[in-house]
């Protein structure tokens, strides 16, 4: 175990709030008999699936439902013997409350009692290393990330940014360093700590994958140092690992488990603003997918998680390994949930409110905080910028938030971007040590959306100038060509007419003249029989 | 949503910024009587009242606006800097343009270009300069004599009793800012304006130990992060340089810097007047571009300018410039490339 | 007298210089076409709807940059491109002409659709699809929402559907929105 040398600028100390579940060991919590499984079609980032069954299919623990198009993308699974009983929209687990297509299974009856089976078999897992070294020589890089990838393995530590794309870019570019973000540095979520103690070798297992695949020059595991069980399993886990890793303490400070800042604060480094961690060799994994790619390449695709069930509002608060697309009113109430409570999906500073405790758990739902209405703190007065620069000093991305918002508050968008708005990380650091107590995250969110939108908007309209012009220049050739065939027409009638003179065929005009008269009775008629028939 | 916040709060960070203001208040009580006491009694519910009028007439909620408590911090900055026997009505006058032109008409708190403060300040300077310019002769138990007491400042103040028992002929004085130019002028050397002046060592008496009163206030704001260290250091630093160097060259005609940093508002500018957050720059590198332009500006107008002391005219100068110097000096961001 | 001439001289002198100056400038950074209509038509949406009263965005931005036309009269741009006009053109920002309408696409009921290849014939960004006589449908990627294809069609099969909004396209509410007047 070393300490870290780096820091990054700003961030903030909440409090932790973490008693409350961080001594509770993972436990599993299946569906009850009553549960539909909900699995939403686009979980994480990346296109949207496409269902590769039909209603009234009949689905196995594992078997993949869905297929995915290009390469930020990955499918989803069943994780129960069951039935497709719906692909239909589903109240979404998103900031937005508002419903996405989902494929509906109906588990098999008693399924669940095999589900916690097989889930508490998964804690007493022990790692065949030959088998594991054996089956890597076997397959080439592509075919390991295509295994993660059909394993559907996303990241687990909040965006879900799928594995693949990152491995994808790893193995394209010489990777110095390999970062596991083991941080968990948001207040009240527990799962990460609770997996590295439990669970710490299939973690050493995956780092040993991708050491094989990215062959980084050095492997470090960050951990803050509010977890010291989780540090010492992981030691323990790497004594026998055939990888040498490095596990690096770091002090306790929100975000140091955001991407960037866990690079500059392991490596000293800081990722160029518009790029990926790979354009300066790094590649860097949350330490849950780290394990779940590991089961993703011995045919284990990703079909449960670990999530944190933590708040005033339920009995008993702990961390559950539960399948993803149970309903989460249906986890909760198996976690004795009280009534009237608000629950936030993810931290207390990143994450969502829940508008529908019907919406299922994702694959990267990693927190749920369950709070009494009655315990809620109303919200704080707000009151006018001084533009005291608290937030500057807090930000870690080193942007003006003040500044940022002024301009955000104004509708001055072209100004936000030249503020570097998109380097925003929405960490929330501002938002937490405003003393006028602004919801600036907000803003930027709100700003982020319009700019979004406009340039979608300029897209469309560029294309479809693009069509339009194309569309004007093919009716005006539609056009010459036309009159040049009527000219030409013209002329051999003209000709054919001279040439009919002087041989003086006196009956030609008039059958022309009766074929007209004819056509013209005939369409007559089927007006006729047209209105007759409206 | 709620989110998790910190506790700081406007209003505590305001607070923070009253607290630190007691030592100088009580210097200034101790040596010029309780004057600004007085003043301070007056114009506190005079701006709060001014404010909460305003947002009243613009048909918003008053409440908030009251309870972050930057309006009594206004009319405690302004009464610290006026003359303590400056008659009611005036300080009203002053404290009245502060909230409602400076302040309140750009939109309150947070809106508004300038220091409120200081324009209060700066108004009443150009409309009175002899009643702004008269100040006590230092006295009281820290440099011998007796202190102007309640009840005569309070005659003064109002103006109320025909006859009072002292007049303000008989206890004004130059601030030594003040009599050292005029000493310059009549073509005395320093170190005679400074016998001339007062019996004090450095800036004339009593002026140094509300200096360093109003330092002990700031450092206690460094100290609980209330305000950063670019803009009191960086003007005291500039102020110090600029004051050595003509000091050096010309002993006789330039006082020495010591004189500077403990004459006149200087601290009291430098950690009260200059970091109000509103109106300076918030970029590291721009708060000490500003701080050190205020603390030239200061010496420059000292110096070779037509009014005695300068921190009210060099801070709203350099409000104008905020905006600009914000622009320039936006600090480098995570990962920023340097050909972009 | 001669202080006269150097004045004269050092006038005369500057006037020749700048007009030089002007003279050169003026072939060598000769702007090639009309770049403020361009800068119109990049903001308009290029829905060619024709609801501005011209035949199409293109006709519109020359009217807008050479005959002075009003620059409130584009729908679909609604306000956005009625502020960006103005800011452009630094003219005051008035009032839309017409509401703004959601965003909506063209629906072709394909029951009811002849084939008669009107609306194709009117779409102008060749976004319906069809042939005589068979049914015709819409590409809803392409479609532009102009509704310049309801009203050739005899049978009014085509409706205009407003778009949804979804998960990938839902973006964060305006904060100011919830602000409670402070």
């Known amino acids: 175990m070393t300490l870290t040398n780096f820091k990054f600028h700003g961030g903030i100390h909440p409090k932790q709030l973490k008693d409350l579940s961080r001594d509770r060991a993972i436990e599993s919590i299946s569906w009850r008999d009553e549960d539909e499984i909900v699995i939403t079609l686009s979980q994480g980032i990346g296109s949207l699936n496409h269902p590769i069954l039909s209603i009234g299919d009949s689905v196995q623990a594992k078997q993949r439902i869905s297929e995915c198009y290009g390469e930020i993308s990955v499918p989803v699974h069943s994780p129960c013997d069951g039935t497709i009983t719906a692909i239909e929209e589903r109240p979404a687990t998103h900031p937005s409350g508002l419903q996405a297509v989902a494929i509906v299974i109906k588990p098999d009856a008693d399924s669940s009692k095999i589900d916690i089976n097989k889930a508490n078999d998964l804690v007493n897992h022990k790692i065949d290393v030959s088998k594991l070294s054996e089956l890597l020589s076997s397959l080439t890089a592509e075919e390991i990330i295509s295994k993660i990838r059909i394993g559907g393995v996303i990241g687990l530590g909040g965006a879900g940014f799928p594995t693949c794309a990152k491995l994808h870019g790893g193995i394209k570019t010489n990777i110095e360093t390999l970062i596991i973000n083991g941080m968990e540095c948001e207040p009240r979520i527990t799962c990460d700590d609770r997996l590295m103690r439990e669970r710490a070798i299939e973690i050493i297992a995956g780092v040993e994958i991708l050491d094989h695949l990215l062959h980084p020059n050095s492997i470090k595991i960050g951990v803050e140092d509010n977890k010291p069980e989780a540090i010492l399993a992981l030691e323990i886990a790497t004594t026998s690992s055939t990888s040498s890793i490095e596990i690096i303490t770091t002090p306790t400070l929100y975000p140091s488990g955001g991407e960037r800042q866990l690079i500059q604060l392991l490596t000293g480094k800081e990722v160029p603003s518009g790029t990926l961690p790979s354009a300066i060799g790094v590649v860097c994994q949350n330490v849950a997918t780290v394990a779940a790619l590991y089961h993703a390449l011995l045919e284990r695709p990703l079909t449960h998680r670990v999530v944190t069930v933590t708040g005033d509002g339920v009995e008993s608060a702990g961390n559950y390994s539960v399948p993803i697309g149970i309903p989460i009113d249906s986890l909760l109430t198996q976690c004795g949930v009280v009534d009237s409570v608000r629950i936030t999906v993810g931290g207390p500073m990143m994450g969502f409110e829940l508008h529908n405790s019907r919406s299922p758990i994702t694959k990267t739902v990693n927190c749920l905080i369950v709070e009494k209405n009655s315990s809620l703190p109303s919200a704080p007065e707000r009151y006018n910028c001084i533009r005291c620069a608290s937030c500057s000093d807090a930000c870690p991305a080193k942007l003006m938030p003040q500044q940022l918002y002024w301009a955000a508050q104004s509708r001055d968008f072209e100004q936000t971007e030249k503020l570097n708005l998109f380097d925003c990380i929405e960490c929330g650091c501002c938002d937490f040590v405003c003393p006028s107590k602004i919801p600036l995250v907000s803003y930027y969110r709100y700003a982020k959306g319009v700019i979004r939108g406009a340039k979608q908007e300029q897209n469309r309209a560029d294309e479809a100038r693009v069509r339009h012009e194309f569309h004007d220049a093919r009716i005006t050739r539609e056009k010459a060509e036309k009159a040049e065939k009527l000219a030409k027409k013209r002329a051999a009638l003209k000709a054919k007419k001279e040439s009919n003179k002087s041989t003086d065929k006196p009956n030609d005009a008039d059958k022309k003249g009766a074929a007209i008269r004819a056509a013209i009775k005939r369409a007559e008629a089927k007006k006729k029989a047209a209105a007759a028939n409206s | 949503m709620i989110k998790t916040t910190a506790d700081s709060t406007t209003a505590r960070e305001m607070l923070k910024v009253i607290a630190a203001l007691i030592p100088g208040y009580i210097a200034l009580s101790l040596i010029f009587g309780p004057g600004a006491l007085i003043h301070a009694a007056i114009m506190i519910p005079v701006a709060m009242l001014a404010e909460a009028t305003i947002i009243w007439m613009r048909s918003r909620s008053a409440v908030p606006a009251i309870k972050d408590l930057s309006a009594p911090l206004t009319a405690l900055l302004l009464a610290a800097a006026l003359p303590p026997l400056l008659p009611w009505w005036m300080a009203i006058v002053g404290i009245l343009f502060a909230i409602i032109i400076a302040k309140q008409l750009y939109g309150g708190l947070g809106q508004n270009p300038f220091n409120p403060a200081m324009v209060g300040y700066v108004i009443l300077l150009v409309s009175f300069p002899l009643e702004m310019t008269s100040w006590l002769t230092p006295a009281g138990a820290i440099v011998g004599g007796d202190t102007i007491g309640f009840i005569q400042s309070a005659e003064i103040i109002f103006g109320t009793i025909e006859n009072p028992s002292i007049t303000i002929d008989g206890v004004t004085g130059a601030t030594p800012l003040d009599a050292m130019k005029t000493a310059l002028y009549q073509g005395l050397t320093i170190s005679e304006g400074i016998k001339e002046i007062s019996n004090g060592v450095l800036a004339g008496s009593g002026w140094e130990i509300i200096n360093l009163t109003f330092l002990i206030g700031g450092i206690y704001l460094i100290a609980s992060r209330t305000i950063s260290w670019h803009i009191p250091v960086s003007m005291l630093v500039a102020l110090l340089i600029i004051s050595a160097l003509f000091n050096t060259v010309d002993p006789d005609r330039y006082s020495t810097p010591l004189y500077h940093l403990l004459s006149g508002g200087t601290m009291l500018g430098a950690f009260f007047i200059a970091t109000d957050p509103v109106t300076a720059s918030t970029t590291p590198r721009g708060r000490i571009w500003f701080g050190a332009c205020i603390g030239i500006l200061i010496y420059t107008i000292r110096s070779w300018g037509g009014y005695p002391d300068a921190v009210a005219f060099s801070v709203l100068l350099l409000n104008m410039f905020t905006p600009l110097i914000d622009h320039f000096t936006q600090p480098k961001i995570y990962g920023e490339r340097d050909n972009g | ?182």
């Open chain 3, 1 to 182: 007298m001669s202080s006269m001439l150097i004045a004269a001289l050092v006038i005369g002198g500057m006037a020749t210089l700048f007009g030089a100056l002007l003279g050169y400038a003026s072939v060598h950074y000769k702007v090639e076409g009309d770049p403020i209509t361009d800068k119109i038509d990049q903001i308009l949406p290029q829905t060619q709807c024709g609801q501005c009263g011209y035949p199409g965005c293109r006709p519109y931005a020359e009217a807008i940059s050479n005959e002075g036309a009003a620059i409130n009269l584009c729908p679909p741009g609604g306000e956005t491109v009625m502020v960006s006009l103005a800011d452009l053109l630094d003219r005051e920002p008035v009032a839309l002409e017409q509401e703004e309408r959601p965003p909506s696409l063209a629906l072709i009921d394909e029951k009811t659709c002849i084939g008669c290849t009107l609306c194709i014939q009117a779409c102008p960004v060749d976004a319906i699809l069809g042939a005589a006589k068979l049914m015709h449908t819409v590409i809803a990627t392409e479609c532009t929402g102009c509704e310049l294809c309801l009203a050739p069609c005899p049978v009014d099969c085509i409706t205009m559907e407003p778009i949804p909004t979804d998960i990938t396209d839902w973006s964060w509410p305006d904060p100011d929105m919830f602000k409670v007047a402070a």
